[in-house]
């Protein structure tokens, strides 16, 4: 299994700013997944991070508004850019287990842009 | 991307009933798992179904896999408040993870 920790838990940011979120995974791991959620809705993948290389992001997603960061094999960091309301929802990370059998999961970053 | 639709999107039922949540798609895969999410939580693994036509009972939850690999079932028998959380579908992890369309569920006390 996997812990994730992601941080922060929730924030309430200003349109026009930028916002980083962190996902730290307490063992090495090759895949790393960012998603965005509704309330009550599925996630969204926005992209898969792997270490050491460009993150690859999904139809609808732009490296300009959603940096990723990979450093090492255990942390990545998503940055929320030039945050408009439209950005307000949840924000999740997720890695893969062993054998890629099952995924785990933050608890989320629940953003609020006013 | 292949898209997998789940049916009901929502659905409020009081404690006890029955209930049946649909995963479909058009696309064959080798498994398709079942994650259960609660509110201010990431979603977490119930089951993996691997061989077309398999049934997984998981207590009060019974998981299918349609024999052609295209769909599968998760059916909830006496459902209680503790079930209340969104449903996804998912082939399993890979270069990609994505999710079915989810199906909300409420459990009424």
């Known amino acids: 299994s996997a812990v994730i920790s992601q941080k922060p838990s929730r924030d309430i940011c200003q349109r026009g700013t930028s916002l980083t979120i962190q996902c730290q995974v307490d063992?090495?791991?090759?895949?790393m997944f960012w998603y965005r959620q509704q309330p009550g809705q599925s996630l969204t993948l926005i992209a898969t991070?792997?270490?050491?290389?460009?993150?690859?992001?999904e139809s609808g997603f732009v490296i300009d508004k959603f940096p990723i960061s990979r450093p090492n094999l255990t942390f990545s960091t998503l940055t929320v850019s030039n945050m408009s309301p439209e950005d307000s929802s949840i924000y999740l990370c997720?890695?893969?287990?062993?054998?890629?059998?099952?995924?785990?999961f933050g608890q989320g970053t629940r953003l609020t842009v006013v | 991307t292949q898209l997998l639709e789940q049916s009901p999107q929502f659905l409020s039922i009081q404690e006890g009933e029955n209930l049946t949540v649909y995963c479909n798609s058009s696309?064959?895969?080798?498994?398709l798992q079942w994650y259960r999410q609660e509110p201010g939580e990431g979603p977490v693994l119930l089951v993996t179904?691997?061989?077309?036509?398999e049934v997984k009972k998981l207590k009060r939850l019974t998981f299918q896999f349609g024999d052609a690999r295209k769909d599968s079932s998760l059916h909830i028998t006496a459902a209680q408040p503790g079930d209340t959380g969104l449903y996804l579908c998912?082939?399993?992890?890979?270069?990609?993870?994505?999710f079915g369309t989810g199906t909300s569920l409420t459990v009424i006390p």
């Open positions: 991070a792997n270490q050491g290389s460009e993150a690859t992001y």
């Open positions: 997720s890695v893969a287990g062993e054998a890629y059998t099952e995924a785990f």
């Open positions: 179904v691997v061989t077309g036509g």
């Open positions: 063992s090495q791991v090759t895949m």
């Open positions: 998912a082939p399993p992890p890979g270069n990609q993870f994505y």
């Open positions: 696309s064959v895969f080798s498994s």
